[in-house]
C-alpha cells in the first residue's frame, strides 16, 4: 500500500473511533431515573405491608429514587404476583414476596396465573420462624411427653390451623407425622380466631408465627414445647428446637424476599441486592423485624432461587401426599 493508501486508512480509522457508538456498546443508562413500585400482595396494614414500608424508605435513601408501596392483596397473592410477572422487564416494578407465593400456593391452585420462572430473584429480606405451642393446661409438659400424651389418647388431639391449605396447616401437618402422631387438624379463617382459641383452651396446639406467639407466651396464655427453626431463636432462646429434639425432619418456616420480572438487566438485579443486603445487614432492621416476630437475612439472587425451589418441591409433595383440593 502506497502513503496515500496507508493515510488515507488511518483516517477511516480514527473517524471510526470517534463516530457515536451503537447502545450495545454504550455506557447502560443510569438506574434509577424514576420511582420504583414495590408491590405488596396483601392488603394495607398487616406485618407484610410495614415490612415493604420500612424497605421502600430505607432503598429511596440508598438508590436516591422514590420507592412507592403498591397494595395488590387477592387470591393468596397471585394478583399481585401476576401483575409483577407481567411489569415491564425495567427493574422499576417489583414484588415483596411471602415465600408461600413460589412454594406452596402454586400447588393448590390449578391456574395460579404466574410461575417462578416468570421472575428473576433478587433477595431474601427475612424469615418467618413458627413455635409449636399447646394450651395452658395441657398435661404435656415438654416434646417427650406430648407425644406419649397424643399416643395414649389417639385422635383426640385437636390441632387449630388458620385455615386449610394454610402454611400453619402445612407445619401441623409435618409435625404430626414427623412426631408419628395422629393430629386432628381444626381449620379456622384465619390466624386470630385459631389464637383465641388456642388461648380459650378449645384446642390443644397450634403453630404460632412468633408475631403473635411471643406476646402470648410471656402473658402465660398458653406455652411452647418447640420452634421449627434449624436453630434457636433469639426470641425465644429458652425454647428447643425439633431437630435438637431428635426430630430433623420437622423444620419450617416462610420467608420475605424481593424479585423482579425475569429478563430485567443484570446490573439492575445486582444493584438492587447490594442495596438490600446492605439494608438488611444494617441493625436498625434486624432490630425492626425482632420486632414484628421476624428474622432479618438477605442472600444473593442464586441462593434465593435454590431455597424457592427446594422448598417448592418439599412442600409439593407434602400438598400432594395429603391429596388437598386445588382451589
Not at 394454610?166 to 409435625?175: A, K, R
Not at 406455652?223 to 430433623?248: D, H, I, K, M, N
Not at 420437622?250 to 441486592?273: D, H, K, M, Q, S
Not at 438488611?280 to 425482632?290: K, L
Request: net charge positive.
Amino acid at each position: 500500500m502506497n502513503r496515500r493508501g496507508i493515510l488515507a486508512l488511518g483516517l477511516a480509522l480514527a473517524a471510526s473511533w470517534l463516530a457515536p457508538q451503537p447502545a450495545s456498546a454504550q455506557t447502560a443508562e443510569p438506574w434509577p431515573t424514576r420511582p420504583i413500585s414495590l408491590v405488596v400482595p396483601y392488603p394495607p396494614g398487616g406485618t407484610s405491608d410495614v415490612i415493604g414500608r420500612y424497605l421502600a424508605e430505607r432503598m429511596r435513601e440508598d438508590l436516591g429514587a422514590t420507592v412507592v408501596v403498591e397494595n395488590k392483596a387477592g387470591a393468596a397473592t397471585a394478583i399481585g404476583a401476576a401483575h409483577v410477572a407481567r411489569a415491564a422487564k425495567d427493574g422499576y416494578t417489583l414484588l415483596l414476596s411471602a415465600g408461600t407465593t413460589f412454594t406452596t400456593n402454586p400447588h393448590m391452585s390449578d391456574k395460579p396465573g404466574y410461575r417462578l420462572e416468570d421472575f428473576d430473584a433478587v433477595s431474601l429480606v427475612g424469615t418467618v420462624p413458627f413455635a409449636f405451642v399447646v394450651k395452658k393446661d395441657l398435661p404435656a409438659r415438654d416434646l417427650r411427653e406430648f407425644v406419649a400424651y397424643a399416643k395414649a389418647n389417639p385422635g383426640k388431639v385437636n390441632n387449630a390451623t388458620n385455615g386449610q391449605g394454610s402454611m400453619v396447616h402445612l407445619l401441623g401437618e409435618l409435625i404430626g407425622q414427623g412426631l408419628g402422631v395422629q393430629l386432628n387438624q381444626v381449620h379456622y379463617k384465619g390466624a386470630a380466631p385459631a389464637t383465641a382459641d388456642m388461648i380459650g383452651g378449645f384446642v390443644d396446639s397450634n403453630v404460632e408465627a412468633l408475631t403473635s406467639a411471643v406476646p402470648n407466651l410471656s402473658a402465660g396464655r398458653y406455652r411452647a414445647l418447640a420452634v421449627l427453626s434449624a436453630e434457636r431463636l433469639p426470641l425465644l432462646p429458652e425454647v428447643p428446637t425439633f431437630r435438637e429434639l431428635g426430630y430433623p425432619s420437622i423444620v419450617g418456616e416462610t420467608w420475605y424476599a424481593v424479585f423482579a420480572p425475569a429478563g430485567t438487566p443484570r446490573p439492575v438485579i445486582e444493584r438492587l441486592n447490594g442495596s438490600l443486603r446492605k439494608i438488611v445487614g444494617s441493625q436498625g432492621f434486624v432490630e425492626f423485624m425482632r420486632k414484628h416476630g421476624n428474622e432479618a437475612r438477605a442472600s444473593t439472587p442464586a441462593e434465593l432461587l435454590e431455597l424457592a425451589r427446594q422448598q417448592s418441591r418439599s412442600w409439593g409433595e407434602l400438598i400432594s401426599r395429603l391429596n388437598l383440593k386445588t382451589q
